[in-house]
C-alpha cells in the first residue's frame, strides 16, 4: 500500500508493541487497536490526499484531512511524552546510571504512566471513529476500491494543462539553441537503421517540450519520416487512452474500427508502423513502468530508422528506456546567461525597443535573469509579466521586490508555480517530507548528503530496510530526489554532495510547508509563530522568540541560522520549553557554553555543534540514551569528550575535526582532534569516528578499535611511530564496512609504516595520510572502489603516479608535498576516471609530462607553488575536457606568460576558467584572480 502521513505513526505504534512487550502490560490492547484503526483509514488517506494533488478535493474534505494530521501528530506526541517520562523515571531512579529502559520495568513506578497512556489511547481511538466516519460521507472511500484519483484515471478534461504554451511558442519568441536543436535533428535524420530512442532529461521549465517540438515540426523532420505520433503522457496515464490516441494518429483511416482491447490495439499499431519510417514523442512521462508498456507497440526489426524521443524529469525513467547502444540520454542544462539574456529581451521587449533593453533598465534586468537561475520556462514568463510594466525602474523595482508574491498569486506566473509543484505532487509520501526538509534551510543554501541523512533518520523518515543501514536508505532517497531533478548536487573531495534546490522549488516548499504545517520560519522580517509545527527554524536574531514560540510541547526540531547572539539563558530555556526535542542544529552559532541542561532531553538524537566555540561537552550527554549524531567538526576549542559519552550506545556518528586552511596553516603540532579514552569500544553502533585523538597512545586503546566493526569513517589525528602500527592496520583490518580512513602523523619526522595493513577494508572509498611514508604501500594500488586519494607530506623519492595511474574508479587525487623528484609523468591511459587533481608544493619539479590520452575526464585541475618551474607545460593543452584550472602562488613569469597577450597563453586558452590564487598583504587568507584582470597584474608588479 501507499504510505501517507499516518506510515510513520504506524511504524512508531509497531516499534512500541514489540520494543516495550513488558512496560505496555495492561495497554497493550489499546495500542494493537489503535494501530489497526489506522491501517484501515490509511487507504481513505490516499484517496484524499491524490484528490488534494489534482485539485478535486472538496473544503469539507481538506478540513477532514487536516485534523487525521492533528490526529497523526497527537498521537506521536502521546508515545514521544510516555517514552520521555519513561526515561526520565529511569534516570532519577538510577542517578543517571541507564542501562536500558526495558531492563527498568521491574522497578519503576510506571503505573500511573501506563494508566495515564491508555486514558489518552482510549480517546484518540473514540476520535478517530467519529473521523473515519466523516470521510465517508464527504465522499472519500478505500483508494483500491477505484477512487476517481485512480493512477489509471486521466485528469478532468476541463482542466487546461498550463505547460500547453511549451506545444505553441511561435518562430519570432523563439530563441535558437542551434547546436542542442541540429544535434537532435541530426540524431532523427542520420545514425542507424535501427529503431533508437532520444531520452530528454531535465527539471521542470528547462524546455524539454519545447525543444522537442521545434525538432518534430522541422521541415526536413516532416520529409524524411511517414508516420507521425505525438502523445502528451503526463502524471497519471492509461494505456488504452495512450493507444488510442497513437492510433487516432498514425491510422486515422481506422478510426471507426472498433478495438475493445489494449492487445488488440498493439497489434494494430505493430501492423502499421511496420511498414513506414516514424517518429513518435512521448511527452512528460512520469512513469518508470511506462516505457516497459509501450514500446511493445513499437517495432524495431523493420530497420528504416525509426525515431522515439521521450522527455522527462526523471533520469531513472530516462535511462530505462536505453535499451540499445543506439538509444541516447540528453541531461538538457540550465541555460548560459547568454541566452537567458536573449530571451528575456526577446519576450520583455517584443513590442518596444526593438527588442533590446533600454540602458537605464539593464543591471535590473540582469538581476531579475538571475533570479531565474537558467529555466527558460520561468525566464519567458517572468519576462511576459515585465513586458506588460510601465518601462521604468521604479515601476520594474516595485515588481522584482514582490516577484515571490507574484509567482504564487499573479495569473500570469502561477502556471509557473504549478509546473513546478507537479514534481512534488508526483513524489511518494517518504520522499515529500525528506524534500520538504530543503525549506528549513535559509534559501541557496548548500547542505551536505550526511548532514541530512541524520537529520532525516532523527525525525524518523527513514524506514529500515533488511540487509541496509537506514544511512544506506537515506541515501537512495536523496539519489531518488537527484534523478527527478528536484535536488542538484556538486561532488566534493571525490565523495560527498553538496546538494541545494533551485530558488523558485525552494519557493515551492516554502508554500507546502506552509500549508502542512511541516516547519515555522521565524526571522526579523516574519516575528510571527503558528503553535502547531514540528520543527522551528530561527533565523538572523533570537530576540523576542521565546515570548512568540510560549510553551510549546509540538516542536520537535530546532535549527539555528546565521544568528547574531545565543546566550547562555536562550539556550537553557529552549532546552526547558521543549524538552521533546530529538533535533538541535546549532551549526555556526556563537554558541560558547553548552548548558548542562542538554542531559534532560531524553528524546534527542541529533546535537549539531559544528563551526560553534564550545570548549565543553558536559558530562550531563551520558544522559541521552537515544542521542545517535553529536556533530562537533570545526568546532574551534572542544579538545575532550568525557567518559560519560561512552555509556550512549545509540550513539552512531562523532565528528569532530577541526576548521583549518590545510594548504595555508596545516602544521604537524596543531592541536587537531578530540580525545578518546579507554571505553571507546562500548559504542559499537559506531558508523563515524573522526577526528580523534587516541590519548595516551597506549597498544590496548588501539586495540579496543577493534570492537568498533561497524565503523564506515575513521579518522586518527596524532600519530607516532611509538603506536604499534601492526596493531592499528589490525584493528583496521577487523573494520570490514570502512569507507573513509584518514591517518595524521604526529610530526612531520615521524614515519608511519602501513605496510602491514595487508588486508585493506575492501569498501574503502576514500584514504587520506597525512604522514612520512617510506615508500608507497603497495595496497593502495588494490583498491578497487577508491575513489578519492589524499597524500600530504609523503615526500616519496620514487615516483608515485606508477602505482596510482590504474586505479579504476579514482575520481578525485590529492597531493601536496607527496614527492620530491623534479618530473611528475602522467602515462597514456592513466587515471582514465580522474575528475579533480591537485598537485601542490612540489619544491624540487621542474616538469610534468601528460601523454595524449592520460586523464581524459579531467574537469578540475589545481597546480603550485612549483618554485623550480619556469612555465605552464605544453602538454596541459592535451586536456581537452578542462573546465577549471586554478593556480597558486606561482612566479610572476610564469603566470605572465599565460595572460591573453603572453607567448603560452596558447596551452591554457580552451578553458572556460582560469584563476591565480596569492596569500593576501595580511598573509591570512588567499585573494582569487581571473585570467587577464588588471588587478592580477598589479598584483604581479608588486611582487616584482
Known sequence: MAETFLSPVIDKLLDLLNQQ??????????????????????????????????????DAAKEWLKQMREVAERIEDVIDEYLYHLAHNHHHHHHGLIIS?????????????????????????????????????YGLRHFEEGSSSSRITNRDASVIDPRLGSLFIGEDEFVRIDSTTNELIRSLLEGPTTRSVISLVGQGGIGKTTLARKVYTAGNVRTHFEYFAWITVSQSYNLEKVLTTMKSQICPTNEEEHVETIEGLIELLRQHLQTKRYVIVFDDVWEVDFWRNIKHVLPSSNNKGDRIIVTTRNTRIAYDAKDTPFDHVQELKTWSSELAWELFCKKAFRFEFEGHCPKELEQLSHQIISKCHGLPLVISAVAGLFSKKEKTKLEWGRVFDNLNYEFEKNPQLTSVFKILSFSYDDLPYYLKTCFLYFGIFPEDSKIYNKRLYSLWIAENFIK??????????????????????????????????????????????????????????INQSKLRFKGDCRRLAIHNTTKDVLNLVGSNSKIRSIFLFDIDEVTESFIISLFQKFQLLKVFDFENAPLHKLPKEIGNLFNLKYLNLRMTNVKIIPKSIGNLQNLQMLN??????????????????????????????????????????????KGIGNLEELQTLSSVRISPSTIELVKELEKLTKLKKLGIQHLTSGISTETLCSSIERMSQLEELHLHAKTEEEILDLKSLSSPPPFLRYLSLFCRLQQLPKWISKLQNLQALVLWFSRLTEEPLKYLKGLPNLAYLRMVETYVGDELHFEEGGFKRLKHLRVIHFKEMKEMKIERDALPQLEKLWLGSFPSMSEMPSDIQLLKGLKSLDIMDMSREFVVDLQPNGAGYWKIQHIPSVNFWYVNSMGEMYETYKLGESNLLERLQSNS
Open 632 to 677: 562537533l567538526n570545526k568546532s574551534f576549542y572542544a579538545q575532550d569528550l568525557p567518559i560519560e559519552i561512552y555509556k550512549l550506545r545509540s550513539l552512531r556518528h562523532i565528528l569532530a575535526g577541526v576548521l583549518i586552511n590545510y594548504e595555508k596553516d596545516y602544521r604537524f603540532d596543531s592541536d587537531i582532534g578530540v580525545r578518546i579514552h
Open 21 to 58: 512487550v513488558t512496560l505496555l502490560k495492561g495497554v497493550h490492547k489499546e495500542v494493537e487497536s489503535l494501530k489497526d484503526e489506522l491501517k484501515i483509514i490509511q487507504p481513505f488517506l490516499i484517496d484524499a490526499e491524490k484528490k488534494l494533488a489534482k485539485d478535486e478535493l472538496s
Open 464 to 521: 529500515s530496510r533488511k540487509g541496509k543501514t537506514e544511512e544506506e536508505v537515506a541515501e537512495e532517497y536523496l539519489n531518488e530526489l537527484i534523478h527527478r531533478n528536484l535536488v542538484s548536487f556538486e561532488t566534493v573531495n571525490g565523495i560527498e554532495k553538496e546538494c541545494r534546490v533551485h530558488d523558485l522549488i525552494h519557493d515551492v516548499i516554502l508554500t507546502k510547508c506552509e500549508e502542512l504545517c511541516f516547519c515555522q520560519i
Open 101 to 137: 529502559i526495558r531492563r527498568a520495568a521491574g522497578y519503576i513506578g510506571s503505573v500511573k504512566l501506563r494508566r495515564n497512556l491508555a486514558s489518552k489511547i482510549k480517546d484518540i481511538n473514540e476520535s478517530l471513529l467519529k473521523v473515519q466516519k466523516r470521510g465517508i460521507s
